[in-house]
C-alpha cells in the first residue's frame, strides 16, 4: 500500500480493533495494515507511508519508546498513539514529551479511540514520505550560527573530529549551546543515523542517574518490577550526550569510567557485563581541573574526558553572531507564533551588541520570542527594545542607575536575588521574568555562593 493518504499502521498486535471503528475508517476512505511487532518499524513506515501509527505498550516501555523517539526524530509530524495494555504514569509522561499524540488505556471505549484517531486524521499532515526531507531541511536550519572567527574554528575542529569515535568534553558558561554543539557533532559523524540520547547528570540523584546510566535487572531494588535498558545501551550505535558531568556522584564517576575504558557496562543487579558501542560526549559549565583538586570529580575521568576539549565561547566574546541570530530567532519564533515576519533595524542590532548577556544564547532567544509577541511592527529598532528590557531590569536589579558604576557580576547578583525576593523565592517565577531558566538561575546562585532558601 504506496498511497500515504489512506493508511493506518497498527502493530497493536494484542489490541482488538471495535468493528464499528473499522467500518468508520472504510467510510473515510481509509484502511488498517495489521503488523505484527517483530517488524522492522522503520522500514514499514517508509515502505507504506502511513497517515498514523498505532502501537502498544506493556512491559516493554523502553523498547516501544526507544521506536517512538527514532520514529519521530525522522518523522516529527507522523501522529503516533500508544495504547497501553496496564497504563503507567511514568510511560504517559514520556511517551507524550517524545512526541506521541496520545497514550490511550487499554480499556478504552470504541468513542474514545474514534476520538483520537479522528482528532490525528484531521491534524496538519505532512506524507510520512515527505517528512524525513523536511527533518534534514529544519536540522539545516537549526544550525549553529557561526560568523564570529572563533566559533568558525570551533566548528571546523567540531566537524573534523566528528567521524571519530573519542570523547568529546564541551565546556562553556551556561547557555552557549552546548548541547547544540554536541548535536552538530553527532549528525556529523557516522552514528548520525544511530539515537543521539541526552542525559541531565544534575537533574537526577545518584541512585536513579545510575539506574538510568546503565539500566538494571528486575527486582534488583525495591519499585524494580521490570528490566529496564540504560541510556548507554538505548544509545548503541549512537552517541550519548552526559550534561553537567561535574554533578554526577563520585561512586558513579568510577563506574561512568570503566564503561569508557572496557566499552561495556553492568546493569544494577546484573550478573553479566553487556558490551556497547556509544559515543559519549560530556559538557560542563564548570572548572573540572579545579573540581579535581577538590575532590569532587575523579582526575583519570577528567583525562579520560578531555581527550577533545571544545570551549564554546559567552555570546559577548562573538558579538559578530548577534546579528545573524537576531534574524535566524525571529524567522523562527514568528513561525511558531504565527506572526508577520519581523526584521530589526540597525539600531536594534547595535543596542543588541552592546549587552552582555548572563545568559548567553537562551537568554537572547527569550528575548528575540519577547520581541516577536509584544511589538507591532514589522521593523523593531532600538526603542521598541528599550521598552522590552527596561521594566525587567529595572524591576530585577533594583539599582539606580544614575549612580556609580558597579561591576557587571554584582548587578547581575542583585537583578536575581530580587527577582527572587519578588515572587518569594520562585525560582520557577524568577527565572520567568529574568528570561532564564531555572538550571540556569540555580547554577548562578551557586556560582555567586548563595544560599537562598526555597519557599
Not at 154 to 166: D, F, H, V, Y
Not at 191 to 218: M, Q, T, W, Y
Not at 288 to 308: A, I, T
Request: net charge negative; aromatic share 6%; charged share 30%.
Amino acid at each position: 500500500m504506496n498511497d500515504s493518504s489512506n493508511s493506518i499502521l497498527w502493530t497493536a498486535s494484542d489490541v482488538a480493533i471495535p468493528e464499528e471503528i473499522w467500518k468508520r475508517l472504510e467510510d473515510r476512505g481509509l484502511k488498517v495494515l495489521l503488523s505484527d511487532k517483530g517488524l522492522n518499524v522503520n522500514e514499514k513506515i517508509d515502505a507504506i507511508s502511513p497517515r498514523i501509527w498505532v502501537e502498544q505498550i506493556n512491559g516493554d516501555s523502553e523498547s516501544v519508546l526507544s521506536q517512538l523517539r527514532d520514529v519521530k526524530g525522522r518523522m516529527p509530524l507522523l501522529p503516533v498513539i500508544l495504547i497501553a495494555i496496564n497504563s503507567n504514569v511514568d510511560d504517559a509522561v514520556n511517551a507524550i514529551k517524545l512526541g506521541a499524540f496520545d497514550y490511550l488505556n487499554g480499556k478504552f471505549t470504541p468513542d474514545r479511540l474514534w476520538a483520537i484517531l479522528e482528532a490525528a486524521l484531521d491534524d496538519y499532515y505532512i506524507p510520512a514520505a515527505q517528512q524525513s526531507i523536511k527533518a534534514k531541511q529544519d536540522y539545516k536550519k537549526k544550525r549553529l550560527i557561526a560568523s564570529h572567527p572563533s566559533m568558525e574554528r570551533l566548528l571546523q575542529m567540531a566537524k573534523k573530529i566528528a567521524p571519530s569515535r573519542s570523547t568529546v568534553l564541551i565546556r562553556g558558561e551556561t547557555g552557549v549551546g552546548k548541547e547544540v554543539l554536541a548535536r552538530y557533532i553527532h549528525e556529523n559523524s557516522n552514528r548520525n543515523d544511530g539515537p543521539f540520547i541526552a542525559v541531565n547528570c544534575a537533574a537526577l540523584p545518584e541512585n536513579l542517574l545510575e539506574s538510568e546510566l546503565f539500566g538494571h535487572e528486575k527486582g534488583s531494588f525495591t519499585g524494580a518490577v521490570n528490566r529496564k535498558k540504560g541510556k548507554f545501551e538505548l544509545a548503541s550505535g549512537g552517541t550519548l550526550l552526559l550534561d553537567e558531568i561535574s554533578e554526577m556522584a563520585v561512586s558513579i564517576q568510577a563506574k561512568l569510567l570503566r564503561v569508557l575504558q572496557e566499552r561495556e557496562i553492568d546493569r544494577v543487579g546484573g550478573q553479566y557485563t553487556i558490551p556497547v558501542d556509544t559515543r559519549v560526549i560530556a559538557t560542563t559549565n564548570r572548572e573540572l581541573e579545579e573540581e579535581v583538586r577538590e575532590g569532587r570529580f575523579r582526575s583519570d575521568l577528567f583525562y579520560r574526558l578531555n581527550v577533545v576539549p571544545l570551549i564554546l565561547p559567552p555570546l559577548r566574546e562573538r558579538r559578530d553572531d548577534i546579528a545573524p541570530l537576531a534574524e535566524f530567532f525571529l524567522e523562527k519564533h514568528c513561525q511558531l507564533n504565527n506572526v508577520s515576519k519581523k526584521s530589526l533595524a540597525g539600531d536594534a542590532i547595535t543596542f543588541l551588541k552592546g549587552k552582555e548577556w548572563p545568559g548567553n544564547i537562551r537568554e537572547f532567544e527569550n528575548i528575540i520570542e519577547r520581541c516577536t509577541l509584544l511589538i507591532d511592527s514589522e521593523k523593531i529598532n532600538a526603542s521598541d527594545l528599550e521598552m522590552i528590557f527596561g521594566p525587567v531590569e529595572v524591576q530585577a536589579s533594583g539599582v539606580n542607575l544614575n549612580q556609580s558604576a558597579i561591576p557587571l557580576r554584582e548587578m547581575e547578583k542583585q537583578m536575581i536575588i530580587k527577582a527572587l525576593d519578588d515572587h518569594k523565592g520562585n525560582r520557577t517565577h524568577a527565572a520567568k521574568m529574568l528570561g532564564i531558566s531555572v538550571r540556569t538561575l540555580r547554577n548562578k546562585l551557586h556560582e555567586y555562593e548563595t544560599d537562598y532558601p526555597e519557599p
